[in-house]
């Protein structure tokens, strides 16, 4: 299996994924990541202050040469970041995830970013499986995953911690599209 690389940016008819900067940390703390509406289904809790970001950003950097890509999704026209979407490659598959401010929700924009990841990521030979997860209450998401061209697999019990939402491991659907 060769090792698949992703490029440092995918363009969308009207967005950009692009890699994170740390001056992107002060907007992303303040549109979505301190947002407990955003991070209701989110494996992490709302950031308490900027620093938490500033982390989170240079984690994410750090990441690209391990396959793991965690894109700041823009505005193509405005350049207003909007959040973040990421791409994890494990061999033959990858794993997506996504978050937007609030703002955002309901015109598309996340199933344009899932769209596009999917036909880069096919775009590889080598990648036969590209999936996600979300917390059975998560609605949004699963029609996210839906009308980018995924289906629906089966539950997985007690899959993940969402913080926000319990302490205890949630049960999670699993979406996934094969070549
Ligand atoms: C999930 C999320 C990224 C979706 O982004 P978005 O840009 O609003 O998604 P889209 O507009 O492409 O599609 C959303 C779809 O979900 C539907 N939807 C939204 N809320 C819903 C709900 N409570 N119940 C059922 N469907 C819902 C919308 O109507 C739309 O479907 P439609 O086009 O058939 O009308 C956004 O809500 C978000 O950032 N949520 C917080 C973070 C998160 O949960 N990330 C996913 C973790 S698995």
């Given at each position: 299996?060769?090792?698949?690389?992703?490029?440092?940016?995918?363009r969308?008819k009207r967005l950009?994924?692009?890699k994170?900067?740390?001056?992107?940390?002060?907007?992303?703390?303040r549109?979505?990541?301190?947002?407990?509406?955003?991070?209701?289904?989110v494996?992490f809790?709302?950031?308490?202050?900027?620093?938490?970001?500033?982390?989170?950003?240079?984690?994410s950097?750090?990441?690209?040469?391990?396959n793991r890509y965690?894109?700041?999704?823009e505005?193509?026209?405005?350049?207003?970041?909007?959040?973040n979407?990421?791409?994890h490659?494990d061999?033959?598959?990858?794993?997506?995830?996504?978050v937007?401010a609030?703002?955002y929700?309901?015109k598309?924009?996340?199933?344009?970013?899932?769209?596009a990841?999917?036909?880069?990521?096919?775009?590889?030979r080598?990648?036969?499986r590209?999936?996600?997860?979300?917390?059975t209450?998560?609605?949004?998401?699963?029609?996210?995953?839906t009308?980018?061209g995924?289906?629906?697999?089966?539950?997985?019990?007690?899959?993940?911690?969402h913080?926000?939402?319990?302490?205890?491991?949630r049960?999670?659907?699993?979406y996934?599209?094969?070549r």
């Amino acid at each position: 299996m060769k090792n698949i690389r992703m490029p440092l940016a995918i363009r969308t008819k009207r967005l950009v994924l692009r890699k994170p900067r740390l001056p992107d940390a002060p907007v992303i703390f303040r549109t979505y990541a301190c947002d407990p509406k955003v991070t209701k289904y989110v494996t992490f809790k709302p950031h308490k202050n900027l620093k938490e970001t500033k982390t989170f950003v240079k984690q994410s950097i750090a990441e690209y040469k391990l396959n793991r890509y965690t894109y700041a999704v823009e505005s193509g026209d405005t350049g207003e970041l909007m959040g973040n979407f990421a791409v994890h490659i494990d061999s033959f598959k990858a794993e997506i995830g996504y978050v937007l401010a609030g703002k955002y929700w309901g015109k598309g924009y996340a199933t344009e970013a899932a769209a596009a990841v999917i036909r880069q990521l096919f775009k590889n030979r080598d990648i036969f499986r590209i999936w996600a997860v979300c917390d059975t209450a998560n609605r949004a998401s699963a029609r996210v995953l839906t009308k980018a061209g995924m289906r629906y697999e089966g539950t997985l019990r007690r899959w993940i911690i969402h913080p926000n939402i319990s302490k205890h491991p949630r049960d999670c659907c699993c979406y996934a599209v094969t070549r």
